[in-house]
């Protein structure tokens, strides 16, 4: 069965290692594809949303291997520039080979992309951004095709700093004639991924980690063997679930210096952390604090991806928590599946939720809708009395590479069926 079963009420103790990341590996393969040559991906995570890239790169022509965690792709040479299917309608990230496609064959006609029900998530900035580089945009039933003869570096200025937009631009204007200038970049660390990968590629671009990215368009680029760095918001899953179920434990690898706006929301609850080049250590209060209000931000905020988790985490804390969510504009889906637990959420509009602290949650059937959505509902089941089953374990396959056996270490009690 589609399901995750959890005997959870008991505290976290032990040792887990956090897996490669998700939204950093899935931009640095579509960057692959841009290079005529072959290029090795280490710690690549076995999820549900790289097979599909890794399809996605296959159907372009590509050649695609995978060995335990390392993918070897050879773009030489490219037959096809047409992208449809559930890979593409099924993965959010499928948007951006739209720019590494454009740069590489001058055309693409690809449909919509899909991804995790948690807003609308028009692609209205990624192509007017594109078409400041000359590319052309012809929309037919559900696809699109866009076209170029000659991809021009411009100075760009985003209205909202997406993370998709700004990587499809880097993608494109690493291939393009002359400077780009792109201003109000996300600043998220997968950004920074993406560029290292790219530099190391040959490629010129300056800027990085900054919201302003200087591309020097043109320069051959190279196969590049290169490590994916670990995956924040898995670390940051695993963190709220401590807090949330209490415990002591490592999380090797996790990638500290991206986690500030975490640690500081982990602090403020009343978690003791400590940071070590190995990773975090992470000593739970047993008494958890509320928190008046928090609200997710871009990079370096506190992520829109741990809203959820840490929504579950708080369900239990000694008072009210008020959270607010910027990013997407429906991501509390969540909220019912953690009331039939027992939570006490109450939802004021789309972007504020209200959560009274709890003693406890019981354990029951719940349906994951999305992705981190889905995690929360896991954290959930460690925190609460009695048995848990979270059933379409398929959303969470996305994105963490296997969940059970990461608990397991952590001494839950946890299995698939
Ligand atoms: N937006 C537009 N128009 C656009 C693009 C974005 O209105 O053309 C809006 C979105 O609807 C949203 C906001 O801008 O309200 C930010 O979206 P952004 O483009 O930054 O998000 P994304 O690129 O679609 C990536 C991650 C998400 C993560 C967000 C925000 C990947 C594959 N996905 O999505 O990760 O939540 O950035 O940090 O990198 C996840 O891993 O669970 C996940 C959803």
Known sequence: ????????????????????????????????????????IENCPHISDVLHMQQLLQQLGCTVSHEENTLVIDARNLSMDTMSGENVTGMRSSITLLGAVLGRCREVTMAYPGGCVIGQRPIDIHLSALRKMGVAIYEKEGCFTARVKSLEGAVINLPISSVGATENVILAAVMARGVTVLQNAAKEPEIATLCEFLREAGAVIEGIGGSVLIIQGGHELHGVSFRVPADRIVAGTYLMS?????????????????????????????AQIHISREGLHVIADEHKRALPYVKTEIYPGFPTDMQSPLMAALTTAQGISVIEETIFEDRFRVAAQLRKMGAGIELSGKRQAVIIGVDSLLGCEVTAEELRGGAALVIAGCMALGETIVKNRHFIERGYEDICRDYRNLGVDIRIG
Request: a negative charge; hydrophobic letters at 50%.
């Open 1 to 40: 069965m589609d399901a995750i079963h959890i005997h959870g009420g008991n505290a976290l103790f032990g040792e887990t290692k956090i897996q490669g990341s998700k939204n950093a590996a899935l931009p640095v393969m579509a960057a692959a594809l841009l290079i005529k040559d072959v290029c090795t």
């Open 242 to 270: 401590v807090i949330g179920a209490g415990g002591n434990v490592f999380l090797e690898d996790a990638p500290a210096s991206q986690m500030r706006g975490m640690l500081k929301i982990a602090d403020e609850i009343g």
